[in-house]
């Protein structure tokens, strides 16, 4: 069995053990940090065929026929986060894009497609699976949507409404199955089909704000965990403590912590020591764990294993007593590497011992290299260097060695020298190497100084450095082509890396050399890197040979990557005390990287990523990074910025008295990605989506009104107690019907209203303040009337005021000379006035000109005004003629003529005859009607005629087309 080693991280938990949990399991709302988590137009259950194909994006803007998408403030009820104009998950028809890319399809073209999750979430160990989310579509009955989903790789299967469509507004929608349940693979899907049709192009299926929570109930189904074994029994404080885990029934994967009891068994404060991961297809494992140094002897410690994240929050089952026992501290001292030099160490050159140590070690803590005398005797011992540090440097536990660095001191030369560490918080001595043999060299390298360089990529840098001959006597000599150079070793192994390729110079004594170190790619050339090394000048000719090597320093080259490293970080919105990795992209072991939030002190972290607690921070917070290169530091990154929420706020508002028959919305602030779950003792729903809910009260009586609100950072519930009383309902005005310029006294009082409002329908200004209101409206209006009883509730009527206006009728009518005119007012059943005085319907009239009459209707509530235009007429009439008894033919122009008189003669037939029955005259000519200079001048042939008695026959027709025959004498006198 392989046990898993914890990581370690620094939790600030508040969770509580409790019976049921619920929690969220999946959100996506396709904005700004969506990452791929839905695969477009895949094959799913269907053909994918057609043009009307999935896309995200946040266009709500149609065109060329199509219309436009609805914005997410369009909902039924509420609230879409980003609206109104999110980025959001909908159906378009690829033959009008790049133009139009909104929620919109050609009904021309027969289409399925699907959009399913790129991954599934893990629903092992729980229950009442919800899956929510926001949808609009129009289409048809041959276009809609559907959902489906698939269970452990399983067939895509429906669920849901048969069809989606017919939604001209924003939809909450909630899902819920037990098939969904103790799965460890759950994905969900969306469905696009149309036929080919001839209607008009409309709103396509379109989804945003998918959510799914879940619910642990320990109760009825709860997951132990529990420890199977553990190892070593006792086991020393700062030492690995191995032990066995098993669940009692697989759970999605997760984070666990390792809990370690106080020496009595009791975890009322445990000790985090750490967490590692398990699977969702693991049911038991091994995990080490390092007991701190800072743990008291004691012989009933306990662990337990306790899951953190995600939901659902299990305590694990303590394991069996262990004893703890504080361990003896020792110290190993491991060779230096300069020691792997052939030649003796030289006095004055740095040194790096390394080595081990066990135990615990306490604040303050410096562990010391000392170096003996030149007969191994530690009885006065010389000091090479310090290191102040309070860790434990342990092989067992992973830990590489420690390091102390120094300079060997000046001692006489010798081979009997040892090493050892010390330690001073414990004191203990540690094991001693040696022996090895110090020499004095004749070259000291840069007068015992160390050397830093940082340089980029192409860009090198260069130095002067010293050396200097003969420091401890004058023996030495060097040949006249003698070459001083620079030697680099490197610091693992002191192996030689370069020789003469950083400096070298020709010379005999003392002097400097021009220490050249190229740019990165070029260092890479020479076999050398970034990193430390091991530094000495030495000569080509010395005389003795052994002084041709020169003392130790250290060349640290730096060389951070030109350009800055990129933060991936694993999320960018998360909740309140998460604890977030964040990879630094490309990373370099060797380097150092340095990390800036906002405009505060720049930090260090080891590791990558690097973990961040958001302990105690909401809101915005950025984060930028850049390398450290041995010492020498890079470019800044572009910031990242992390969206830090919290927990779900559900403080309740609305009001907490509120009268029967009264709509009420209540809500709670919305955040995103964030599952509602609303409960009420009473009252009607009319609505519920999310944060907000409309209830109808129809009775009195004291309510509450629950919220239970859900997103990645945790829970809230939240009440809110209702008083309910009953409203006095406003007395019924009725409507009235009136005519233009009429008034209208509206009486509205009623028992136990305090308060009147009048206001026009649809308007909020206020007309009237009382319960009497007289109004002479010009045109039909509707009031809106508000009656208010002494406790504050409401209660309306309206009140329509239909206005009719007076009517105007006009008509004609004619006679003949001779007749009258019937004039008929109508309206049976009226009052009548007539101009005339006449109050009957009908009335005759003789004479030309205009009648009035004044109608005053039954049925009406506005009086008709009608007028006749009387006019006599002649081309529609009988004939009237009148013919003369004498005329007197003398030329005195008077009577001359035997004319007639009448009106309305079309034609006419005259004959008159003397007493011997000749026709003396004839004429057909209707001029001679009316006429006093034409007819019969009482000649014939010309003569005079003797006076006398005529007879006459005339035959008169008129334009009615009657005739008239009329027959008689007329007498001639001179």
Known sequence: MNPKYLWTLILLLATASVSSQTFQLFAEDFDDDYAGSFLLNSAGPGDSIGNNQWIINDSYTGGFGYPNTPSQLMVESGTIG?????????????????????????????????????????????????????????????????????????????????LYNEQSLWKYEVITSTDFEDVADLRFGFRWLNNVSGDDPSVSFAIDDIIAVGTYDALASPVDINIT?????????????????????????????????????????????????????????????????????????????????????????????????????????????????????????????????????????????????????????????????SATYDPALGSMPGMVSGIVPVVPPGCSYFIRVVSSAPEVTGSVYGPLCIQECDIETNDITDIYVCISEEIGDTLTITYDTNV???????????????????????????????????????????????????????????????????????????????????????????????????????????????????????????????????????????????AGVTGDVSLKVREINYGCPGPWSDSIVFHVIDVPVVAISGPAKACTGDTVTYSVPYFLSTYYDWSITGGTVVDTANNEISVVWDAEGYYTLTIFALNECGSGTGNKTIHIIPTIPIGDVPDQLICEGQTVNLNANAAGIEGYAWYEYGDTTLVYDDFYFSVTPDSTITYLLVGTDEEGCNSSDTVMIAVEYPTNEFDTAIFCIGTQALLDAGHPGSNYSWSTGATTQQITAGMTGIYNVTIDPADQVCNIFKEFRVEMVTDTCDPIVEIPNAFSPNNDGVNDFFSLYGAAVTDLDLLIYNRWGELVYETHDIGIVNNMQAGWDGTFRGEPQEMGAYAYFLKATGGSGNSVVLKGSVTLIR
């Open 472 to 614: 401890f006597d004058s023996i030495a000599t060097y040949c006249p082509d003698n070459t001083f150079c620079v030697e680099i070793l490197d610091a693992m192994f002191f192996n030689q890396a370069s020789l003469c390729d950083l400096g070298i110079t020709v010379d005999t004594e003392s002097g400097t050399i021009e220490l050249m170190i190229p740019g990165y790619t070029d260092l890479l050339a020479l076999g050398l890197d970034a990193g430390v090394w091991y530094m000495r000048v030495i000569a080509s000719c010395a005389d003795p040979s052994e002084n041709s090597l020169g003392t130790l320093i250290h060349l640290t080259i730096g060389a951070p990557a030109d350009d800055p490293p990129v933060l991936i970080p694993e999320d960018t919105l998360f909740c309140e005390g998460a604890v977030i990795a964040a990879t630094v992209v490309p990373y370099n072991p060797n380097s150092v990287y340095q990390f800036q939030f906002g405009a505060g002190t720049p930090f260090t972290w080891p590791f990558n990523p690097i973990l961040i607690n958001f």
């Open 229 to 389: 074994f553990l190892f070593p029994d006792p086991v020393c404080a700062l030492s690995t403590l191995v032990f066995g885990w098993e669940l009692s029934a697989p759970l999605c994967d997760g984070t666990y912590q390792v809990q370690l009891s106080n020496a009595s068994g009791s975890f009322a404060s445990p000790t985090d020591l750490g967490v590692f991961d398990i699977a969702s297809a693991d049911t038991s494992g091994a995990v080490a764990v390092v007991i701190p140094g800072t743990t008291p002897e004691g012989d009933c410690y306990k662990v337990r294993v306790v899951r953190l994240s995600p939901l659902p929050y299990i305590v694990g089952e303590a394991s069996v007593c262990f004893e703890v026992q504080d361990c003896p501290n020792t110290v190993t001292t491991l060779p230096p590497v300069v020691t792997y030099d052939t030649n003796a160490v030289c006095v004055n050159s740095v040194i790096d011992v390394p080595f081990f140590s066990t135990g615990v070690y306490l604040p303050g803590n410096v562990y010391t290299a000392q170096l003996s005398d030149s007969t191994g005797s530690f009885d006065s011992p010389y000091t090479i260097g310090t290191f102040t540090s």
């Open 82 to 162: 980003g609206a109104p104009y999110s980025t959001y998950l909908h159906v378009h028809d690829v033959e009008a894009a790049p133009a139009v890319i909104n929620a919109s399809y050609d009904p021309g073209s027969a289409s399925d497609h699907f959009a399913e999750m790129a991954y599934g979430f893990c629903t092992l160990g729980l229950v009442d699976i919800e899956f929510t989310f926001f949808w609009i579509g129009e289409g048809s009955a041959t276009a809609y949507g559907q959902v489906y989903y698939s269970a452990d790789g399983g067939p895509w299967t429906e669920v849901g409404e048969p």
